[in-house]
């Protein structure tokens, strides 16, 4: 069975600082790895996704994410993060029947 | 072009009640998802079907029924809602034929039950 484990539950930070949030995988298979961000009363949307190739992936509004084989970690950055960026954000693992497994969540919330 | 719709937007009902969520993808997709998330935000499967047949069943009470009329729809009816019923329902869809199988999601049906 795949688990997904993100570490921060809640990070504040003020605009323009850097953005870290963590994201440990398990899983024994091939993996599909996805970072979705879910803006207030809206539903979610895909950042970015990771299936092969380079592990630093980039996504849509500055994101990119890095994939570590030997850490199950596939951690999400934004070297300058904006007000606009407040939202929540999920890491999902996903194999290859199409399950994905997503963590519990990491509450983002930059202050002006 | 509404990618995922779901029907109704806000559902308000009392409990003992049954009821029912609609999705639609016009995305051609084969899979379609059913989630539910709860008031702290944390998002679980409930149902999956592949070309209208049931592939992931969770752990979800008896009083949860999916039904897939063709790949396009993916409806839930609940009965005899409960007050823990109230979450923020999410439909989505993949493709298999995509490699990463990345879901798409419906803007949600948030379900209040009194």
């Known amino acids: 069975a795949q688990s997904v484990s993100q570490h921060n539950h809640h990070v504040i930070l003020s605009e323009a600082a850097s953005l870290e949030l963590g994201c440990n995988y398990s899983?024994?298979?091939?993996?599909?790895l996805f970072w979705y961000v879910q803006y207030p009363g809206q539903h979610l949307q895909l950042l970015l996704k990771?299936?092969?190739?380079?592990?630093l992936v980039k996504g849509i509004k500055g994101f990119e994410a890095e994939f570590i084989k030997s850490k199950f970690s596939f951690n999400l950055r934004k070297p300058s993060v904006q007000w606009s960026d407040t939202a929540e954000y999920f890491c999902?693992?996903?194999?290859?029947?199409?399950?994905?497994?997503f963590g519990d969540g990491t509450t983002l919330t930059v202050k002006p | 072009d509404t990618a995922v719709s779901q029907t109704p937007k806000y559902l308000v009902t009392q409990m003992g009640n049954d009821k029912s969520i609609k999705c639609e993808q016009n995305?051609?997709?084969?899979?379609m998802y059913w989630y539910k998330q709860d008031s702290k935000k944390f998002l679980k499967i409930m149902f999956s079907?592949?070309?209208?047949?049931?592939?992931i069943n969770e752990t979800v009470p008896n009083r949860f029924s999916p039904k897939s009329p063709d790949k396009a729809h993916l409806n839930l009816h609940i009965n005899s809602l409960e007050l823990g019923d109230s979450a923020v329902y999410f439909c989505?869809?993949?493709?298999?034929?995509?490699?990463?199988?990345?879901?798409?999601f419906g803007p949600g049906t948030r379900l209040t039950v009194t």
């Open positions: 989505a869809s993949s493709s298999r034929y995509e490699t990463s199988y990345e879901q798409y």
């Open positions: 899983y024994g298979g091939t993996v599909n």
């Open positions: 990771y299936f092969s190739g380079d592990p």
């Open positions: 999902a693992v996903g194999d290859n029947a199409g399950k994905s497994t």
């Open positions: 995305l051609g997709h084969d899979t």
């Open positions: 079907y592949n070309n209208k047949e049931l592939i």
